[in-house]
């Protein structure tokens, strides 16, 4: 098999499913999505999403049917406004540190804290002019 065959097949192989596959199938959850890589329909759809302007699914971890409907639920279970979920915890947590710091910051972290959150900080937010100070767990008491 030449070179470039082998290479469309090993990229392609098991993305196609049968008429049997593709009949719908009603269920009360949305389908769960195994994807990393999404296809866009054409080119410019791409450079819509580089520029964060596509408002379909750009990224395989990150906005799949089951996760919106987990972040719809959500919203509407705890009357709220928005409900974002991510794929980890550490994600959840250097996200919402980004958001809500800036440079001259001054943040208050207990010392018993999630070992990654404690790297993330010491690491990445201090190069950010981010300062953390960690406290006593027990610092309430």
């Known amino acids: ?7 469309t097949k090993l990229a ?5 499913t049968s008429k049997a596959e593709a009949s719908p199938v009603r269920t009360i959850n ?13 080119y410019a759809d791409l450079q819509a999403a580089a520029r964060g302007e596509y408002h379909g699914v750009s990224y395989g971890t990150a906005g799949l049917p089951v996760q919106r409907a987990f972040e719809n639920a959500m919203t509407e279970l705890e009357g709220g406004a928005f409900t974002k979920a991510f794929q980890s915890g550490i994600n959840a947590i250097t996200t919402a540190l980004m958001a809500f710091t ?12 999630y070992g990654p959150t404690r ?3 010491d ?9 953390t100070e960690y406290l006593p767990s027990a610092v309430g008491a």
């Open 1 to 7: 098999m030449p070179l470039k065959g082998i290479h």
């Open 30 to 42: 949305p389908p769960v999505h195994h994807a990393s890589t999404v296809l866009f329909e054409n």
């Open 12 to 16: 392609n192989s098991g993305s196609q």
């Open 102 to 113: 800036r440079s001259g910051d001054h943040i208050l972290v207990v010392d018993n804290v």
């Open 119 to 121: 790297r993330f900080c």
């Open 123 to 131: 690491r990445t937010l201090s190069k950010f002019g981010v300062r």
